[in-house]
């Protein structure tokens, strides 16, 4: 298991509900990203927020709103979502930015299924 | 638009030979590359980065950075059927930009 947690790890949620995925570090990594990944596409970076404050945000519809409490969790909440956005949402967490080299260390995602 | 691409396989070796991976990118300016190793059903894993031009060696695994070209790419020697998976390459583009993936290349070692 890696220093970058998610849960929950399955998630089945209808298109009117309202879920949250959470993500947390252990690795006091200043910077944590969302990324979506489905079948056939390359993984597509969602949000990016570095100590606490969002940097990013990749054109991505407002169903999906992000929250950052603190540079160790990461929220993503759910709502109104579509089938389509049925995939699996990966955190990563990287100690910086900028800088080459930067690594990012992702957590073990959670598949979700939109119905 | 920043782009990363790769062949998406699947790409075969039978084992014990040396598979090799390319990737190519859109921003002259990039600064490091990455290969991430993914297993079916899990998260993306780091193999290597590589900033300067050359090669790169780590165990089985080298990578192999030409700048001018704009192209990466990650060789595995003596290949083994637990290296079958697909393999990102990342990109870190000029600034202060997050990563950008391309698709992944499926390999498979054949036994």
């Known amino acids: 298991e890696t220093g970058v947690t998610q849960t929950p790890r399955h998630l089945v949620m209808g298109m009117t509900n309202k879920k949250s995925l959470k993500c947390e570090q252990h690795l006091g990594h200043n910077a944590m990203y969302w990324y979506k990944q489905s079948a056939k596409k390359p993984l597509e970076l969602m949000f990016v927020?570095?100590?606490?404050?969002?940097?990013e945000n990749n054109s991505v519809p407002s169903r999906f709103s992000p929250e950052c409490p603190n540079s160790s969790h990461l929220f993503l909440h759910l709502h109104t979502l579509q089938p389509e956005d049925s995939a699996l949402y990966l955190c990563a967490s990287s100690q910086g930015l900028a800088g080459a080299g930067e690594t990012q260390y992702f957590g073990p995602g959670t598949r979700l299924l939109v119905l | 638009q920043k782009e990363v691409e790769q062949n998406s396989g699947p790409l075969s070796v039978p084992e014990g030979a040396i598979a090799s991976l390319n990737c190519t990118y859109s921003?002259?300016?990039?600064?490091?590359f990455f290969w991430y190793r993914q297993y079916s059903g899990k998260s993306p894993e780091l193999i290597m980065f590589i900033y300067s031009n050359g090669d790169k060696e780590d165990g089985r695994f080298t990578a192999q950075l030409n700048k001018a070209s704009q192209y990466v790419s990650l060789l595995i020697r003596d290949s083994q059927p637990s290296d079958s998976a697909t393999y990102l390459c990342a990109v870190r583009g000029s600034g202060n930009t997050p990563l950008v993936f391309g698709k992944g290349t499926r390999l498979s070692v054949i036994a």
């Open positions: 927020y570095s100590l606490e404050e969002r940097v």
């Open positions: 921003d002259r300016g990039s600064q490091s």
